[in-house]
């Protein structure tokens, strides 16, 4: 898997790429990330990337040329390519979203900002994608967790493949199950007894219904489906 980010700051992120998971799946040669700075597919003297909106209103608006140069000249031929484009007016990131990304070669990530993007770099976008129902500055920080969204569930780089398997949302619409670890009692807080019994089955079950009373209460529109 290789995820090619273009961003008008391309350093923002070097350090979020620099740990735990990541970092070791990078070094492992699992996945390879790429910054890339806007501004490197200009071709006039100022490496102008935005401009004011056509119409009128406030800010000013990322250029369609130096966003599809990028894509053109980073996009891998023969392979397996997905194009996002990071937007609040995109489809919602799910895990199933995530797990479709997965399953291709390159990965290109458009990072607007200021009022976003020309509309016309649609005809390079594969997939327009929100991470929430808010509205922040930049595509980084969306970018960013795309990227981590997505490598999780690339063979091998999450060492215990039975991890991602239990995770919130992995088989079904249902949130995890709460963990806990050393030591048994702390002040008058008790780890529940079920999991210490050493009961496969009855720990399994206790899961289960803590995984389903989570969902109902925090998020009860998943168990709708
Ligand atoms: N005018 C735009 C908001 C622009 S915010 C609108 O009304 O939708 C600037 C940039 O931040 C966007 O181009 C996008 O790349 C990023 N961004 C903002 N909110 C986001 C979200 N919820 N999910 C993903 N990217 C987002």
Redesign the pocket.
């Known amino acids: 898997m290789r995820v090619d980010i273009i961003t008008i700051f391309p350093d923002m992120l070097t350090g979020f790429f620099e740990y735990g998971v990541l970092k070791a799946a990078r070094e492992a040669g699992l996945i390879e990330i790429n910054m890339h700075s806007l501004r490197d597919y200009t071709d006039d003297k100022h490496r102008q990337v935005d401009d004011r909106p056509y119409g009128g209103g406030a ?1 000013m608006v ?1 250029k369609v040329e130096p966003l599809v140069r990028a894509v053109e000249a980073i996009s891998q031929p023969d392979k397996k390519v997905q194009v996002i ?6 489809k919602r990131l799910t895990q199933s979203v995530a797990k479709t990304f997965s399953s291709f070669d390159q990965l290109i990530l ?8 020309d509309e016309r770099v649609m005809s390079v976008v594969d997939a327009e ?11 980084e920080v ?1 970018a960013a967790t795309i990227t981590e969204a997505v490598c999780r569930m690339t063979p091998g780089v999450v060492g215990d493949e039975e991890s991602v398997v239990t995770d919130s949302f992995y088989q079904e619409q249902l949130l995890g199950v709460p963990q806990y670890t050393r030591p048994p009692e702390f002040r008058d807080l008790k780890v529940p007894d079920v999991l210490l019994s050493g009961n496969h089955e009855q720990i399994a079950t206790w899961r289960r219904e803590q995984s389903l009373k989570k969902t109902l209460e925090n998020r009860p529109d998943l168990l709708k489906n």
């Open positions: 800010g990322l484009l990071t937007s609040a007016q995109g458009i990072c607007g900002r200021y009022e976003g993007v994608i929100s991470i929430g129902d808010y509205v922040l500055s930049g595509g969306a």
